[in-house]
């Protein structure tokens, strides 16, 4: 059988788009460590039995998250997967405070309290949801981009969705409607390595998830999905090519989970010298040094991260709880 | 393009049918060509909906008058059709999408039940999915266990959808423009069997409000509570059953969710019987609803029998003639069951 190849940490380039500047590629750093620092802290409120239910954490997998939104315009569309939070939390006029209160199921949260982790929409700011369900995002990608199309708008559709889902029926569907079409969707799937349990190695014969995209007529790019530099550039081009009408990409950014699948996994399917080989990989720390960033200023740009996260940790607890009476509110328009 | 088309908005609610009549099928086609031409965000888009003109020619002439950016063929993809649908709902378009046999929604249900149903709410009320999802089902045309389903229960029981399900040529014209300005996701089930029969319908544009109840014919004895196809068999029974001396009041509830209890009730409190009537097997089916809905309300102190369900046998719809026949109800049976029951006989 063949099996699916890792990437491997590519040469180092320039550090960062010229384009960005010093402190744009400073602000791209800070993201990611705001999402750290809201996973880390998601994490620690679960511990304390302070969040109820379930949570699937992307520490790990920042730079795809923001290495992605960094490379689209505000008024792109985002259909996100139930890896969710750093998508939410990178994409355009994102709010901290709502994010946390939503996860904390609070009334001021992005979705009132009725969506949780699993699905974080920013609707106003064309953020169309995170989803619970594996690749239920990738045949709405097709409608989007349909509605772009007929709109005339010169949007495009970003579709985030992890290696497990390129294993649904819908994947496939959904890729072939866009290419026959020409739609303006960037298919973006985060091969984190697992499906849940279930290893990239003994779930596909093949060597790229990319290679897919030959099957529909698309380009497939991989790319290592740490290197929030490489993200970027294949989103862009994606973008460029969807907002010239030639259809859509598909782009597999290979990047780890840290975490188990959710709060219940004790990881009996991997090692942890396999864990500890990719934390050597820290999307964070890689692109920190990128910067030339001294250990100081990256503990100095961590602090102001999770200070930033206290204040919404603090907003979502002053916060008021869903009103019962308001329980069937939002079933129907 | 406007966010808000006036020509769809403040259409006349269920106006005189006047003397045009045409056929079912015909109404279906004209509601869409009409919405087409005076709304940019409306679009069609199934499976052989084009040159084809949909398999039970719904479509037919619309490819050639609203061109292929309009009216989309799709590969076979319900999953696909359906996201399309939804995709396209949640940013402002509103989308028409044809599943071509309702057997073929068993396919889209993750994205019809887990997705257009649940966002909205999931969201916070902060995003609306107004698409509709059209599909012919029921038996009678020889197409054996894959091509004859009625599920149209299944969608009832998913907060978040509305269902309705048309019977005559007036009703599913009013009903198809309701179901394209109503800002929720509908599930719009059509029947084989009714696209060739003939009605009157207004040529202007107007609709049936979801959620309303039509009394089809009135009636002091019992209510028979008919949905689809069989509301026109049960209006035969009420004729065969009128020669016996027994007048049958027939509701029509047209939408199922939405559903117009007050209707049912008020007919049930006048008659005190009531006979539930649908093509879908019984187990789980609709009429299970419409009974509680009856002995949970006022209705039950009128009540001079016990409520009776007629339904589809539980068993698939099989191919022969005489079994596929006699696997739903006739007018002949409910002609019999109803008489039974109008006559204490149950």
Known sequence: MTQIKPTQPGPAGAPFPAAWGPDGAREKLARMLLIRAFEEKAEELFALGRVHGTMHLSIGQEATAVGAASALRRGDYLLNHHRGHGHCLAWFDSDVDAMMAEFMGKETGYCRGRGGSMHIANVDANNLGANGIVAGGVPIAVGVGLSIKLRQTGQVCLVGFGDGAANEGAFHESLNMASIWDLPVIYLCENNQYAMSMPVSKAFNIERISDRAAAYGLPGVTVDGNDLVAVYTAVAEAAARARAGQGPTLIEAQTYRWRGHSKSDKQAYRTRDEVKEWQQRDPIVRFAAALGLSDGELEALRAEAQARIAQAVAFAEASPEPAVASIAEGVYA | MPDRVPALENLAVEPPAGTREITYVEAVREALRQALAVDRRVFLIGEDIGVYGGAFGATAGLLQDFGEERVIDTPISEAGIAGACIGAALTGMRPVGEIQFMDFVTLSMEQLVLQAAKIRFMFGGKASVPMVLRMPGGSGTGAAAQHSESLENWFVHVPGLKVVMPSTPYDVKGLLLASILDDNPVIFVEHKLLYKTKGPVPEAMYTVPLGRARVARE???????????????????????????????????????????AALVASVKKT?????????????????EVVSRIVESEAFDYLEAPVRRLAGLDIPIPYNRNLEYHAVPQADTIAAEARKLARGEV
């Open chain 2, 219 to 261: 009636g002091r004895d019992l209510t028979i509570v008919a949905t689809s196809l069989m509301v026109n068999r049960a209006l035969e029974a009420a004729a065969r059953l009128a020669q016996d001396g027994i007048e049958a009041e027939v509701v029509d509830p047209r939408t199922l969710n939405p559903l117009d209890d």
């Open chain 2, 272 to 288: 005190g019987r009531a006979l539930v009537v649908h093509e879908a097997v019984k187990t789980g089916g609709f009429g299970g």
